[in-house]
């Protein structure tokens, strides 16, 4: 089952044992009467100590154990001295299963910045910074798993490849296949693709809702967790052309009910993560201060564990798009003419005004009803006054839209309208419509943006930094 995991060793009793340690060189010190050797294997922030004597080994092979090499070593667990441990390793046996060259591992210990390793996407993971976001983005998925089980959901695979446009935007990817029928290249060199795949247009999903609407109409309680797909050229913090997302559907839940289960949600996995994710929270949190030292006092940022903790204990503010935009209008930077896209009834928010609502007006996280019917998808539940949705957006500090979602229309002629008036071919969707005709059911759903959570979890800035291989416009070449 392969060797104890370095977070396991360091919990355990100092009784002289014998242990055998893998992982990659943090860093190596050489004093006159010992070297020290710490090694990671991404099992835990925390590196373990391993002291080796002088002269103990050949300084040959000395000088292939460098920062970044792979080791496999044995020996006894003692008792530290060093600050910060109580364990370490006094070596015995030493094994180099690969070096890393000096001049050229890019990763030496000194501090470097998120847009070099951006550059480095295939070596990142071995970082602190990176190595612990990886890790609270496990645990987060692995609550929101854990979350939707113990509540009697169902997680339903909904396909990748799909035809239909869930979001109406027109943001996708087509999916085609090669042309055999045409040389591999054209003259100038491109790749000779067909029109379609084999004879019926499809694209990669922007959502799995629709079919997730289907789930829902069986097992009544279902989510997605699954890989989608914007093709939009937005190079912003907050976006990215292949991002996960988890969107749970319900029958039998009403907008209410929807908002109650979305706050519920949020706020139990972001409680799992400070339950299950101290060492590595404590560590993002130290790095943010270490980059706030150099601010202003007033444009320093809560302590990371503090922000996670308000968000968790305080209820989220509940208010209508309608409320909201009367709030916008009597603010100041809308009397001082300082939003860049100025406001009122029937615009869509931008982030501006969203982060102005949540973060220097109720300074929490704000669930957003209601909007205008012309902002938002054509699935979403009329309201009785013809002119707005029953559609919720979730609002973060620091993020902006969180989570969207609603509650469904459930009326076959009433959807067919909207779908017709949007201009999609009722007859590419007469599988979704088909659910309006046989047993329809009140349901209501929402899909929360797994990047966007993990980016407020860790406290970075970058969603190109929460994710392991981000994809975006010109992203790295695998
Ligand atoms: O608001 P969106 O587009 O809603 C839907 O896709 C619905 N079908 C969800 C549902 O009701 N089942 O996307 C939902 C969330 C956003 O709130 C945001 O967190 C995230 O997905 N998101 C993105 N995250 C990263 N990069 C992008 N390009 C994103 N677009 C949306
Ligand atoms: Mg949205």
Avoid at 48 to 64: C, H, K, R, Y
Avoid at 167 to 175: N, S
Avoid at 393 to 403: A, K, Q, S, T
Wanted: hydrophobic fraction near 35%.
């Amino acid at each position: 089952m392969g060797p104890l995991q370095i977070k396991d060793l360091l919990l355990q009793a100092p009784e002289s044992q014998s242990v055998t340690l893998k992982g990659w060189v943090r860093t190596k010190r050489e004093s006159k009467n010992a070297i020290f050797i710490a090694l990671n294997d991404g099992s835990t922030i925390n590196n373990i100590q391993a002291v080796a004597q002088p002269g103990q080994f050949s300084p040959e092979l000395l000088l292939t154990v460098t920062t970044g090499s792979c080791l496999k070593i044995t020996g006894r667990l003692v008792e530290s001295m060093g600050a910060g441990q109580n364990v370490e390793v006094q070596i015995e046996d030493l094994h180099v299963y690969g070096t890393a060259d000096v001049d050229t591992y890019p990763l030496q210990p000194k501090k470097h910045s998120l847009e070099f390793l951006r550059e480095i996407a295939h070596l990142r993971p071995r970082t602190n910074t990176f190595s612990a976001i990886l890790r609270v983005r496990h645990t987060l998925a692995f609550a929101i798993n854990k979350y939707f089980h113990d509540k009697g959901f169902f997680y339903l695979h909904t396909p990748i490849i799909t035809a239909s446009d869930a979001e109406g935007a027109g943001e996708m990817f087509r999916v085609t296949t090669l042309d055999l029928d045409k040389p591999p290249r054209t003259d100038e060199g491109k790749i000779n693709y067909k029109e379609d795949f084999f004879g019926r247009e499809a694209n990669l999903t922007v959502s799995g809702q629709l079919e997730g609407e289907l789930g829902a109409m069986a097992l009544s309680k279902i989510y997605t967790f699954g890989p989608t797909f914007r093709a939009e050229n937005s190079n912003t913090t907050r976006h990215l052309a292949e991002f996960w997302m988890i969107e749970p559907e319900m029958a039998f839940f009403e907008l209410q009910d929807n908002m109650d289960l979305a706050e519920d949600f949020v706020k139990t996995v972001i409680t799992y993560a400070l339950e299950n994710c101290k060492d590595d929270l404590n560590f993002l949190q130290n790095r943010l201060a270490e980059e706030d030292k150099n601010k202003p006092q007033n444009e320093r940022s809560l302590p990371l564990l503090e922000k996670l903790r308000f968000v968790v204990d305080n209820p989220f503010e509940r208010l209508t798009y309608t409320e909201a935009i009367e709030i916008l209008l009597q603010s100041k930077p809308h009397k001082e003419k300082k939003f860049q896209f100025p406001v009122g009834w029937g615009i869509d928010l931008s982030s501006e005004h969203e982060r102005y609502l949540v973060e220097k007006h109720f300074k929490k996280p704000v669930i957003l009803t209601n909007y205008p019917r012309e902002i938002k998808s054509f699935y979403m539940k009329l309201d009785d006054d013809g002119k707005t949705v029953r559609a919720m957006d979730v609002l973060f500090p620091g993020i902006g839209e969180i989570i969207g979602g609603s509650q469904r229309e459930d009326n076959y002629e009433k959807l067919l309208e909207r779908v017709n008036e949007v201009g999609i071919d009722p007859e590419t969707i007469w599988w979704y419509l088909e659910t309006r005709k046989f047993g329809t059911a009140p349901h209501s759903g929402f899909g929360l943006g797994f990047e966007r959570l993990v980016l407020f979890v860790t406290g970075m800035t970058n969603i190109r930094d929460v994710i392991p291989f981000p994809r975006y416009p010109k992203s790295a070449e695998f």
